[in-house]
């Protein structure tokens, strides 16, 4: 049974963001990525996934992109975890914090769907939890990953 919990500790943060995103390279390779990851989750609202109550599979961070929006700054699951309802309750944990704080919308942005099989995954989830497609920037990262902006009205 997956269990999500909100962690305020600033190294259990930055420990938990290592662990994860060192065992997703697919989708997380550049090492500078990963260690901006690592060193800005310490100051956001975090919410880590447990497989039991010692072992985290995954974790969501968020951030404030305006007065009334907040963002999916990077979340990930483990792979063997993926598809089994750890996603989807890291966001629900999430989308809960967002409304509780009283946000009006969150977003996210992925690689858009049809460039990769890993990230049109990622999109089908998004899709599924509710989000809505909002617009592609095709240079906001770089030509070969062109910048799907997804939306949701959280009220």
Same mark, same amino acid.
């Given at each position: 049974?997956?269990?999500?919990?909100?962690?305020?500790?600033?190294?259990?943060?930055?420990?938990?963001?290592?662990?994860?995103?060192?065992?997703? !390279?697919?989708?997380?390779?550049?090492?500078?990525?990963?260690?901006?990851?690592?060193? #800005?989750?310490?100051?956001?609202?975090?919410?880590?996934?447990?497989?039991?109550?010692?072992?985290?599979?995954?974790?969501?961070?968020?951030?404030?992109?305006?007065?009334?929006?907040?963002?999916?700054?990077?979340?990930?699951?483990?792979?063997?975890?993926? #598809?089994?309802? @750890?996603?989807?309750?890291?966001?629900?944990?999430?989308?809960?914090?967002?409304?509780?704080?009283?946000?009006?919308?969150?977003?996210?942005?992925?690689?858009?769907? #049809?460039?990769?099989?890993?990230?049109? @995954? !990622?999109?089908?989830?998004?899709?599924?939890?509710?989000?809505?497609?909002?617009?592609?920037?095709? !240079?906001?990262?770089?030509? @070969?990953?062109?910048?799907?902006?997804?939306?949701?009205?959280?009220?």
């Amino acid at each position: 049974m997956i269990t999500v919990r909100e962690i305020s500790d600033k190294n259990e943060k930055q420990r938990i963001t290592r662990v994860i995103l060192e065992a997703l !390279t697919e989708w997380f390779e550049v090492e500078e990525s990963r260690e901006q990851y690592i060193k #800005g989750n310490a100051e956001l609202p975090f919410f880590a996934a447990y497989n039991n109550e010692e072992t985290p599979v995954g974790f969501l961070s968020l951030k404030e992109t305006g007065k009334d929006t907040v963002e999916i700054c990077v979340t990930g699951v483990l792979k063997e975890y993926q #598809g089994k309802g @750890a996603g989807r309750a890291l966001f629900e944990k999430a989308k809960e914090f967002a409304v509780n704080s009283g946000y009006s919308f969150m977003q996210v942005k992925t690689v858009k769907m #049809g460039v990769y099989d890993d990230y049109d @995954a !990622t999109n089908r989830f998004y899709l599924s939890v509710g989000f809505k497609e909002f617009e592609v920037i095709e !240079t906001l990262w770089d030509e @070969a990953n062109p910048c799907q902006i997804y939306v949701m009205y959280l009220k």
